[in-house]
């Protein structure tokens, strides 16, 4: 289905607030480690390649994955999403075309709202378009900030760095991209930690891809519990009995 299209699964996390030494992605829901949900709606769509960024424990996951038709690049440092992205050059730096970026820990990502993600990149011409949800409480959560009222992108502000009228914003960025392969990289060399956490975002590309004129689009997802990250034994409790795997 998407055979000129690639595929950035970031996985390198610890997950502090998991109360478990085990990876983060490899925490499990109805007995199955959530990064396994992802890749199986992934890896039926015919990608032409699937990199999985690893880090923390990274062999466990290697070792959990070695069914799976993907490559395996290294985060030794935590140092930021937009890092972990540049870790994997090395793979994609000859691929040209589409590359989608998702999260090791947003495990019910479906088919359906990955489509609307393309699809919204190619008819808006975008150079890089990012899925968006709308949601009752934000925090912690970066903000989606929109060029006016249109599905123009015009800066992500992550939480901690947000003003308190951009805290008011409902809508916030998933996680989850998609970029113009060649583009991503060079605007990954633009991008600085110069920020509280002292990290490369990735969501930083989003600003300088808009200030260079380059159009950046934005497409929420119709359903914003299937774009929901696992970073508490609290998330992962309340995915567990929101989703089954008939979706």
Not at 125 to 143: E, F, I
Request: glycine share 6%; charged share 25%; hydrophobic share 40%.
């Amino acid at each position: 289905m998407f055979e000129n299209h690639a595929a950035i699964v970031l996985a390198a996390g610890k997950g502090k607030r998991m109360k478990s030494d085990l990876p983060k992605v490899l925490q499990q829901i109805h007995g199955k480690p959530i990064i396994k949900i992802l890749l199986d709606t992934l890896v039926p769509l015919n990608f032409k390649k699937i990199v999985v960024v690893v880090g923390h424990k990274g062999e466990m996951v290697q070792k959990e994955l070695s069914g799976y038709p993907v490559l395996f690049a290294w985060q030794k440092e935590q140092l930021g999403t937009g890092h972990a992205v540049m870790v994997t050059k090395d793979l994609m730096a000859d691929f040209q075309g589409t590359t989608l970026i998702a999260l090791g820990d947003v495990p019910f990502l479906s088919t359906d709202t990955v489509r609307q993600l393309f699809d919204t990149h190619q008819k808006t011409k975008a150079d890089a378009t990012c899925l968006s949800a709308y949601v009752s409480n934000p925090k912690g959560y970066g903000r989606v900030v929109r060029d006016s009222q249109t599905d123009k992108l015009k800066e992500i502000v992550e939480h901690k760095e947000a003003s308190d009228k951009v805290l008011k914003i409902n809508e916030i960025n998933t996680g989850t991209f998609c970029f113009d392969n060649q583009l991503l990289f060079k605007t990954l060399t633009q991008i600085d930690n110069n920020n509280s956490q002292r990290e490369y975002y990735l969501t930083d590309c989003v600003k300088v891809m808009y200030n260079k004129g380059l159009r950046v689009s934005v497409v929420a997802a119709e359903n914003p519990d299937e774009v929901l990250g696992v970073n508490s034994v609290e998330q992962l409790d309340y995915l567990s009995h929101k989703f089954s795997f008939g979706k």
